[in-house]
């Protein structure tokens, strides 16, 4: 009897050891489908300084249904560490500084609202150009003393639909950016936006972090995880806890240097020259994700999948996480949506407006409103019907109210001194309050029905009024001729100045890179590039064009065929100091085979400077970039070596 139940127990024991076996096999054939590959950045380590065309393999299945040759990708290397800026196409060719140990950053790109145009459906971006249908990237210039890389995009909704397409010449959204990049991995960030509506919304930077698939956000970055600065070294930097990012509200007086504070050796940067007042040019990214204090998604980057925002619920594919922006793009207290061939601007001390199909006045309040006691409703109109118009209403939360068709409400039309009627409504919210809270309403929207042929009409003395408090929301357009709706009421806040600006184009600089230091000892940095130290050039033959902060560079040119010895001084001060300088000397006849000194010492070449040639249409240009720091004036002497 005891053998007998001896015999079964082993042959239980070995039934479940098989069982076991079988799901280890299975789970490990299961591991091994889905092994989580790391997205790739090039050689481990350090690397010859250069932007090199490469063919980034990732997960095979993956890479396999891309359409592509053998250099579709752009990696820029550096000596004095594994950290890499990356073109990649898995990133729709954004570009991101990836550190030593493999976490990506990168700070965005061209950014536009789907609501502004009415043929877009989802946020407008190149994170929504899964095939990198719009997105190209190309090295323009890369010798031993910088690289400069072209990115150009059209921003796309994720059905590939393109903003403000220019009904006359087919012409949609396109953004130009060029990076140039110096040795010490720092550099200027070039973005030109090209659009027929530069008036709306447009975001042109947030602070982002890639997180590798298999981890989650904190473990890529620390939670003090931005630190900022102002030109004077004044710093802060800011925790993140469980209710995600803090506020931003002990910024240094006008603050425009941040830090990114990841789990590595190299953390990157950005900084902007600073705002003429206020002190929130530098705001946070609220939220939280799963399991982290960090937001994360992860629609991007990678996914292949139509969506602008899906939350991620495990570490099992790449994610990104928002940190902050440099001047956020606000949505303006009034605003104008609407389809194509729409335009509303003030005329005549009233908003004018143009449209073909529909669109929609956008009216925020300062803070949220108790409206449960109904409201009076009120506007002033020519060339409309009122059956063309409703009102939706918003609470604080984004939930709204049901449509309200104003024609079926409306009483008292009048004909004003301006020969406009006037309208004006009586209505209680509560029986059209769908999942709105009336107690905390913020927004009134305003949308217009129009024609397929183009119509103007006018719109004056809007005004809301509760019944039985003392709020009261009213607005004129008594501005002059030509005010775009948009600019009307606009909040205080720092502003990141355009570099240059025209009808239907825009042009910011940005300076970026990666450091090892703390955010404060950026300051020098930025000061030589906002207020660079003067530069004079000695005797004859060379000409001095100035600083050009676009490239970060003196800019000089050889007036003559032939090659002379080069002097110039640069007058370093504690304002204006002299941090790794470039210069570029056009029409150059010296070529590369040169003897640099400064101050009457001799320098040596991949340790004290490095020397490019660039080869254009109109002749070559010397680079030359300076590994030094100076708060002093230096002599520098530019020789043929022989």
């Known amino acids: 009897m005891k053998n007998s139940i001896k015999k079964e127990i082993l042959e239980i024991n070995r039934i479940l050891s098989a069982l076991v076996l079988g799901i280890f096999c299975v789970v490990g054939t299961l591991a091994q489908e889905g092994k989580l590959y790391k997205l790739p950045s090039g050689p481990d380590g350090p690397g010859a300084f250069g932007a090199y065309y490469a063919k980034l393999e990732y997960d095979p299945i993956w890479d396999k249904d891309w359409r592509i040759g053998n250099h579709p990708d752009v990696v820029v290397q550096f000596e004095d560490g594994g950290h890499k800026f990356v073109f990649w196409r898995g990133t729709s ?13 990168t700070n965005e790109f061209v950014e536009r609202r789907d609501v502004h145009s009415s043929n ?13 249908r719009y997105s190209q990237v190309r090295i323009i210039e890369s010798n031993d003393a910088r690289v400069v890389v072209h990115w150009r995009y059209a921003p796309v909704d994720v059905s590939y639909e393109h903003p403000f397409i220019d009904q006359e010449t087919g012409w949609f959204d396109w953004v130009d950016e060029y990076y140039t990049i110096y040795p010490n991995a720092k550099g200027v960030r070039k973005i030109t936006a090209h659009s027929s509506g530069l008036h709306k919304w447009m975001e042109f930077q947030e602070a982002i972090v890639i997180n590798q698939p298999g981890t989650l956000p904190h473990e890529n970055i620390q939670n003090g995880a931005i630190s900022i600065a102002n030109m004077e070294g004044e710093h802060i930097t800011y925790v993140w806890d469980e209710n995600g990012a803090p506020l931003f509200d002990k910024n240094p007086s006008k603050a425009n240097i941040f830090k990114v504070n990841l789990k590595s050796e190299w953390h990157p940067f950005a900084l902007v020259s600073p705002p003429k007042e206020f002190d929130n040019l530098i705001t946070p990214y609220r939220g939280t994700g799963k399991n982290s204090f960090f937001n994360w998604w992860d629609h991007w980057p990678v996914s292949q999948d139509a969506s602008d925002g899906r939350g991620a619920e495990s570490a099992e594919k790449p994610s990104h996480s928002s940190l902050g922006h440099i001047a956020l793009a606000i949505d303006p207290p009034v605003d104008s949506w609407g389809s194509y061939g729409y335009k509303t601007m003030i005329q005549n001390q009233a908003l004018q407006w143009t449209a073909t199909e529909w669109g929609a006045i956008d009216l925020m309040f300062d803070k949220p409103e108790d409206l449960r006691n109904g409201i009076r409703f009120s506007f002033d109109y020519a060339n409309l019907w009122t059956s063309d118009v409703k009102l939706i209403m918003y609470d604080r939360s984004s939930e709204i109210t049901e449509d309200i068709d104003l024609a079926k409400l409306g009483t008292g039309f009048t004909l004003n001194d301006k020969n406009f009627n006037t309208y004006t409504a009586d209505i209680q919210l509560e029986d059209f309050k ?7 309403m913020y927004e009134i929207y305003l949308e217009i029905q129009g024609s397929e042929t183009p119509r103007t009409f006018a719109l004056d ?7 039985k408090n003392e709020f009261v929301y009213s607005l004129d357009f008594n501005e002059p001729d030509g005010t775009m709706i948009e600019t009307l009421n606009l909040p205080d806040k720092a502003q990141w100045e355009p570099y240059a600006k025209s009808e239907e184009k ?3 600089l940005m300076l970026h890179g990666m450091t090892k230091g703390e955010v404060q000892a950026l300051v020098p940095f930025a000061k030589s590039w906002d207020k660079p130290a003067k530069l004079n050039v000695m005797g004859t033959g060379y000409t001095n064009n100035g600083y050009d902060p676009t490239q970060m560079a003196y800019q000089l040119q050889n007036g003559q065929n032939a090659f002379s010895t080069l002097t110039f001084t640069i007058e370093g001060k504690i304002d204006s100091p002299i941090i ?10 010296g070529g590369e085979d040169l003897r640099l000194s400064m101050n009457g010492n001799r320098l040596q070449k991949g340790k004290d400077y490095q020397v490019g040639i660039s080869k254009t249409l109109h002749g070559n240009d010397l680079i030359l970039w300076l590994d030094m720091e100076s708060d002093q004036s230096i002599e520098i002497q530019v020789e043929k070596s022989n």
């Open 120 to 132: 877009t459906t989802s946020i407008v971006e190149p994170m929504s150009d899964k095939q990198c």
């Open 461 to 467: 003395n809007l005004k809301l009024a509760s019944k």
């Open 580 to 589: 790794d300088p470039a210069i570029v000397v056009g029409n150059w006849k």
């Open 93 to 105: 060719y954004i570009p991101a500084w990836v550190s030593e140990n493999g976490v990506w950053y």
């Open 434 to 440: 769908d999942e709105a809270d009336l107690s905390r």
């Open 506 to 508: 825009v042009t910011k």
